[in-house]
């Protein structure tokens, strides 16, 4: 059984950073595709970022590209979310999403075997 465990979450600036971690159990992160969704209060979920099994180009969504950076430790099996330049349309509940296949990962449409509990960020003067 995965387990994914999220942290990191909290109150940010605009223009600040938050750096979001991902611990995942049970599984080696070389047989798992690690994705990023995240759902803002009354807006439907979206997906932020993916990174494959074989750890190869990650996803982003256009609204996040050059400001975020997906990133795994593969030695702790942990994979991390850089936010930079965050702005207040990144509030949000950010969920880490696993699966075994790494379908979709490359374009954002991922399938998800296994959800964390989600962390908050808050993104506000």
């Known amino acids: 059984q995965v387990q994914l465990v999220e942290s990191g979450g909290g109150l940010a600036q605009p223009g600040g950073s938050l750096t979001l971690s991902c611990v995942v159990s049970?599984?080696?992160?070389?047989?798992?595709?690690i994705g990023w969704v995240r759902q803002a209060s009354g807006k439907e979920r979206e997906a932020v970022a993916c990174?494959?099994?074989?750890?190869?180009?990650?996803f982003y969504a256009e609204s996040v590209k050059g400001r975020f950076t997906i990133s795994r430790d593969r030695a702790k099996n942990t994979v991390s979310l850089q936010m930079n330049n965050l702005k207040p349309e990144d509030t949000a509940k950010y969920y880490c999403?696993?699966?075994?296949?790494?379908?979709?990962?490359?374009?954002?449409?991922?399938?998800?075997?296994?959800w964390g509990k989600g962390t908050l960020v808050s993104v506000s003067a």
């Open positions: 990174m494959s099994s074989s750890g190869g180009t990650p």
């Open positions: 049970g599984m080696s992160l070389d047989y798992l595709a």
């Open positions: 999403t696993a699966d075994y296949t790494d379908d979709g990962c490359a374009t954002g449409v991922f399938g998800v075997a296994y």
